[in-house]
């Protein structure tokens, strides 16, 4: 089947633009997290989302970040008055269930603030 | 505070010998441990995972060693091939939670 599929590949804004980030995950897969990594560093965890509950954001870096997963399936991350410090991989990630499941990353978004 | 911590960043080995990968953890909270592989441009793919009910889980010419007292753990590829070059990153939960740390990586070279 399908795996994790992330849009777009790659993404260059001007600082200061709005740019949004689309993740697909497995189908049937609950959970659903976004992480990012910045050159040289690892994988930072951004936000989780499983089933109906509330998402956890304590991973957003600042209120210009958001995101939202629609109908349990499709997910949107969004940043805002874009940074030179936010260029960086996103990545989406899905399991299959809350925890000792592995993660299943798409190939990421590279994001180039210029 | 990183929590997961790989301290080589880079390793190279010859093509046929033995890779082996560290990480080291300061949670004693965490139970469940990960190792995920990483090639250029592509998302980090699962490789394999070990229960802190364990210190052994082999797949193929992976294995991974669990060390709870020394909060080590290690990732070993024998024998290691070209396609093995790639990044390695481990990952760690806490019992019950969702949220996964991840060290920083290491970059594996295998020599042919």
């Known amino acids: 089947g399908a795996g994790v599929s992330q849009s777009p590949s790659n993404k260059v804004t001007e600082k200061g633009k709005d740019v949004e980030l689309r993740c697909d995950p497995i189908?049937?897969?609950?959970?659903l997290y976004w992480y990012r990594q910045s050159l040289g560093q690892g994988l930072e965890f951004l936000i989780y989302?499983?089933?109906?509950?509330?998402?956890?954001k304590s991973g957003l870096p600042s209120d210009r970040f958001s995101a939202e997963r629609t109908g349990g399936s499709v997910s949107t991350l969004t940043i805002q008055r874009t940074q030179q410090e936010d260029s960086a991989v996103y990545l989406c990630?899905?399991?299959?269930?809350?925890?000792?499941?592995?993660?299943?990353f798409g190939n990421g978004t590279r994001l180039t603030v210029t | 505070d990183q929590q997961v911590k790989q301290n080589s960043p880079s390793l190279s080995v010859q093509e046929g010998r033995i890779s082996i990968l560290n990480c080291d953890y300061t949670?004693?909270?965490?139970?469940?441990f990960l190792w995920y592989k990483k090639y250029p441009a592509e998302g980090p793919t699962f490789l394999i995972s070990?229960?802190?009910?364990?210190d052994k889980n082999e797949d193929g010419r992976f294995t991974v060693f669990l060390n709870k007292s020394a909060k080590h753990l290690s990732l070993h590829i024998v024998p290691s091939q070209p396609g093995d070059s790639a990044v390695y990153f481990c990952?760690?939960?806490?019992?019950?939670?969702?949220?996964?740390?991840f060290g920083t990586g290491t970059r594996l070279k295998v020599l042919a």
């Open positions: 989302f499983q089933g109906n509950s509330a998402p956890d």
């Open positions: 990952a760690a939960s806490e019992g019950g939670t969702y949220k996964y740390i």
């Open positions: 189908s049937g897969h609950t959970a």
């Open positions: 949670n004693s909270m965490f139970d469940y």
């Open positions: 990630a899905s399991s299959l269930r809350r925890d000792n499941s592995p993660l299943h």
């Open positions: 070990i229960s802190s009910i364990k």
